[in-house]
């Protein structure tokens, strides 16, 4: 049988009997684990089933904080040696603003000195 051309456009979505079926299986869970609770050996296993989960939770939670920590100090070092190009950076600009400025101030006396010769030579 040919499927229709507005069939297309429904693809991605969830059928509503997938969905029934999905709701029927999550209820079903929950009848059975109340069942399984019921009797002290179902109890034992689903304690033990949510210790294991606990651990699992609190492994994860534990290696997130490491890494955690991990990445913080790796940021902080970056942000350091940033800090410190900066630094560096400035005190280069710094100096070579303070060398520009003396050169220019001896090439602007010996040029005054020469013109003032030159003047010298010229009135003599």
């Not at 949510?50 to 492994?59: G, K, L, N, P």
């Not at 534990?62 to 070092?77: L, P």
């Not at 050169?103 to 010229?122: E, P, R, Y």
């Amino acid at each position: 049988m040919e499927r229709p051309a507005y069939a297309d456009d429904f693809e991605g979505v969830v059928s509503v009997k997938s969905l029934l079926w999905f709701l029927v299986g999550v209820a079903g869970g929950f009848v059975v684990a109340h069942l399984v609770n019921k009797d002290p050996r179902g109890h034992e296993l689903l304690a033990e089933v949510d210790a294991r989960i606990s651990e699992f939770t609190d492994a994860v939670g534990d290696a997130y904080r490491e890494q955690e920590s991990r990445f913080s100090d790796i940021v902080g070092g970056v942000r350091d040696a940033a800090a410190d190009a900066l630094d560096a950076t400035k005190d280069a600009a710094d100096t070579v603003a303070e060398t520009v400025s003396d050169t220019a101030a001896q090439t602007v006396d010996a040029a005054t000195d020469a013109a003032a010769d030159a003047a010298k030579k010229l009135t003599d």
